[in-house]
């Protein structure tokens, strides 16, 4: 190890800045999972009877399911027993009307975390339907979107007041049988965000819901639904912060989108959740499940993540594109550091015809960390003229970290046009020299260079968001160049 | 499951049948006995398996083989020879015909005999690039196989004329199956030419079960050519794998044109510094054929390179897939490795299924893949018919040449000619 490298090093022992622990009664289910832990979240919710049928169902089903190896990372076995799967913060009769009744303690750490959800939302254009733990605790701009018919809720609301649009949506894109944590999300999720934008509308501002793990020991189970009808847009933004705890925490979100005609849908993350300390301990485990259905013609949806937390990270938001003339777009960078292990990737399945698909994706390892990026992209025997192009490109650091591309093809069309490509380097001494010779550190270097290879991503995500996510690339980068 | 089950030929009993053979050598022995307890245990893979994930075996256990022939077929040598000049061991039906073979006059350092007669020499490389218990054909392999060739290179000996093998299913027995093994030892400094064909005439519906295990001391050199010809009935199952030591070069060009199911698994270890090894492959399926290629490149230690280039062009209903591995191990820094497959879809109801992979554990590396999957490029046929050539000839030429430039990478000119005389024919459309 060089100079350099001990240098680098010392600063990426930096503790992770988001850590704090807030101290809010939480009214918690014991731990455990039973068919009777799905009809109390049910009954909890004050769910119809439909819903719990729908759970159970999903329950029922996982509880024959195995729990998949597949992917390239390593962890002791989840006790399923051993999560609570119901957190809320404490419930004022009525709860809040608007911020001032919202619990100070919350607003505090809001606050810290940047969220702007006061004065700042509002100058920003950001509504956000923030979910603390379980349950929404605030909604701006509710009433704004509703003059144009939008629906902006948390899910559980949805239940109550559109079943019909949950009847027809839930399960849809992602039936509750997908896979082992898609069905046991369906059997306990507890809430999320729904969307729904009417025909024809354009929807004013970015939608953005910041999650927030707080209660010890509570297994996370978002839901989120989002469906653009005919010739309407959305851009929506998630992003996520952990606070530092000892004992790994599972989240298994699932989200669903659905793009009818001409309809558009953005959809952007930034995810940077308690990725455990420098020996691996501690940290979230993030296995999510998200898909789009690209159903109507001309119809088009767009991933952006960002993924710099979560010890473990196990996600490939997929698009379905099933529409004529639909298009596909996944732009993804994935940081792993210290002792994080990312399977990340997406599908595109093409069924329509003329349709589109894009994937650049862009890995980077530091530490002893793994970064995997597994992809699908299946061109159907009826989808002519289909078009992919795919960059995986991985950037290592230190000579202890691995980066993996396991990229599936499948063509079953002969007018597909389909185009793969990867590399892998590290980031050079001709560089890192060039930069330091011209007056910038170590640090600065590493993050302007890491910043460059990761610009065809950054500049696809919202304004407040791209500065965010540059922030927290050099915050989790710093000093891991060997 | 991931194992499939329902195998209607007894393979383990033919392998008792077989042990009279092995009864003086002693660690050909073991290794039989401890294959037959992994194929009773694993048999053969199911598509479950993610190395068989889009290569299905049921047909193959549905089959009923023959190992037993009253006597070989006939096989016009002639026609399948590519080079005049050269050490030759023909293997007709699973038996050597020594009359078709030509193994007169080796020079010093340089053995080349039928696996059956150097049973004690080669068995000492026995499965020693092969892992017994990898899910696919190696237990099966080594409990079976009875026939081969076995090549060594003394040290410092540059072999004067290409060594070729040539094995062929007659057809003249129904499901004939056969299993062979090929050991191909260079000595330190040493150099040589080995090109293997697998053909079959026509009607040969049977079973080829070949592993071809080489090893490469310290600046060897082996140009290793694979055509495979056979029958559109037949069953291919291949490996050819290599342990390569410092500065060793291994230039394997793997060519599929037959079987109804071909496997082929291509392996090298880069253990020592500076060695490299090229992998090039080229396939043209067509009709109901099934072609996978499986390579795997391990880099594991430092200063090593590899290139590899595979294609292939799909015609009618046929299925290709293709799994290119590439491990950079930890501490194989200054790695270099380069891989490409492309695939050309000449019609509806052709699929291909490509996986170019990469795990890599050292930083200091260059690697690099891509894939493609495409057509013939409209512009390009616009030209050709802009210049008077008619829309079947302009495809076909345009076909050939993107098949061709695998070919054009084989250094033996003799060689280069001979296969290219037989990708035109076997081309779709009938070549340019």
Known sequence: ?482 | MKVLTDIHTDFAAVANSRDVMVADNAHWKTLRQQAKEQFERNGLPGRKEEDWKYTSLWSLGQEQFVHQVSQPGYADIHELKLVEDAYRLVIVDGRVDLTASYLDGLPEGLTVTPFSQSIDRASEFLNQQVNLEKPGFNAMNTMLMNEGIFIEVAANTKVDKPIELIVVNSGHTAHYAMHLRNVIVLGKDSQATFIETYAGNNQANGLTDVITEISLADKAELFHYKLQRESLDHYHVATMAASQAADSQWHNTNISLGGKLARNDVHSQLLGEQSHVTMNGLYLVTGEQHIDNHTRIDHAVPNTTSEEVYKGVLDEQSHAVFNGKVIVHKDAQKTDANQSNRNLLLSRGCEIDTKPEMEIYADDVKCGHGSAVGQINEDQLFFLRARGLDEVSARSLLTFAFAVDVIERISNEELKQSITGVIEKRLPRGGA
């Open chain 1, 1 to 482: 190890m060089n100079d350099q490298t001990q240098q680098l090093e010392a600063i990426t022992q930096k503790e992770y800045k988001a850590g704090f622990f807030t101290d809010i009664e939480s009214d918690s289910l014991p731990p455990g999972l039973s068919e009777d832990v799905v009809r109390q979240i049910s009954l909890i919710k004050g769910e119809p009877e439909f819903m719990l049928e729908w759970r159970l169902k999903a329950y029922r089903h996982w509880l024959t399911m195995e729990t998949p190896e597949w992917a390239h990372v390593h962890y002791p076995e989840i006790d399923y027993q051993a999560v609570s799967y119901y957190s809320a913060p404490k419930k004022k009769t009525d709860g809040p009307k608007s911020l001032d009744e919202v619990d100070p303690e919350l607003l505090r750490t809001y606050e810290k975390l940047g969220v702007p959800l006061d004065e700042r939302a509002r100058l920003a254009g950001v509504a956000v339907d923030a979910v603390f733990d379980s349950v929404s605790v605030s909604n701006t701009f509710k009433d704004k979107l509703a003059e144009q018919g939008i629906l902006f809720m948390p899910i559980s609301e949805a239940i109550q007041e559109h079943p019909e649009l949950i009847k027809k949506y839930l399960g849809s894109v992602v039936p509750q049988k997908d896979n082992y944590y898609a069905a046991l999300n369906s059997a306990v999720f507890t809430d999320g965000s729904f969307v729904y934008i009417p025909k024809g509308v354009r929807c004013p501002m970015e939608l953005s819901t910041y999650f927030r793990i707080n209660a010890a020991n509570t297994g996370q189970f978002e839901r989120t639904l989002i469906i653009a009808d005919d010739d309407s847009y959305v851009s929506y933004l998630e992003g996520c912060t952990a606070p530092m705890r000892d004992e790994n925490q599972l989240h298994a979100a699932v989200v669903e989108l659905v793009a009818m005609d001409r309809a558009e849908i953005k959809y952007s993350t930034v995810q940077n959740w308690y990725p455990g300390d420098e020996n691996g301990k501690g940290g979230i485990y993030n296995f999510v499940t998200k898909r789009a259905a690209c159903r109507g013609e001309s119809s088009k949806v767009s991933w952006t993540q960002v993924e710099t937390g979560s010890a473990i990270t196990w996600k490939y938001p997929s698009v379905v594109l099933q529409g004529d003339n639909s298009i596909g777009e996944f732009y993804s960078v994935a940081v792993t550091n210290n002792m994080q292990q990312a399977d990340t990737g997406t599908k595109m399945i093409h069924l329509g015809k003329n349709t589109s698909s894009t994937i650049i994706s862009k890995g980077i390892s530091a530490g002893r960390s793994s970064n995997a990026y597994r992809g699908l992209v299946r061109i159907g025997p009826n989808a002519e003229n289909a078009r992919n192009y795919t960059e995986c490109d991985s950037l290592l650091m230190g000579d202890k970290c691995a980066a993996h591309t396991f990229p599936y093809i499948e063509v079953k069309n002969p007018t597909a046009q389909v185009e793969h490509e990867a590399s892998t380097s590290k980031i050079s001494e001709d560089q890192l020299f060039y930069c330091k010779q011209r007056g910038l550190d170590v640090e600065d270097s590493v993050s302007m260079i890491v910043n460059g290879f990761c610009k065809q991503v950054i500049r696809e995500l919202p304004m407040e968001f791209a500065v965010e996510a540059q922030n927290l690339l050099g915050l989790s980068l710093e000093g891991s160049v060997g």
